[in-house]
């Protein structure tokens, strides 16, 4: 089934194991669709990555493009902090147009070596926290 939040936006998942593997879940008329890993990183913003997808408002192309700048020049090679950087200079930030204010919910980096996750809530990058798989037993 599609899976879309109170205002129609949809989900995806991002996906990653411990050797590495990505990919990003989607759901477009009530199909899942998974999308590998193409390129040496994956990221997932706010419109389809799939072709299939309803891209036709052209929210997150924007945020996107900031993180490959950012990727390109560092050959895709940026610890958690810099990766935070960059995403904290792509926020969400805007009136939807059924007059709701829509913000950044999540920033999140994986360390498939580290098997941690860099996370911050909302929009607060003076606070950023880093989970170890290792810490849940």
Request: hydrophobic share 35%; with cysteine; net charge negative.
């Amino acid at each position: 089934y599609d899976m879309h939040d109170i205002l129609y936006h949809h989900y995806h998942f991002h996906i990653v194991d411990a050797s590495g593997r990505s990919v990003v879940i989607e759901y477009v008329n009530n199909e899942m669709k998974v999308i590998e890993k193409e390129e040496k990183n994956q990221y997932a913003m706010n419109f389809y990555l799939c072709p299939q997808g309803d891209n036709s408002k052209g929210y997150g192309y924007e945020r996107r493009d900031v993180v490959i700048a950012a990727l390109s020049k560092t050959d895709g090679e940026m610890n958690e902090l810099e990766c935070m950087d960059v995403l904290s200079n792509c926020l969400v930030n805007y009136k939807h147009d059924m007059g709701y204010m829509m913000n950044t919910i999540w920033s999140v980096v994986y360390n498939c070596e580290e098997k941690s996750v860099t996370l911050v809530g909302g929009s607060d990058f003076e606070h950023i926290d880093t989970l170890y798989l290792n810490q849940f037993g």
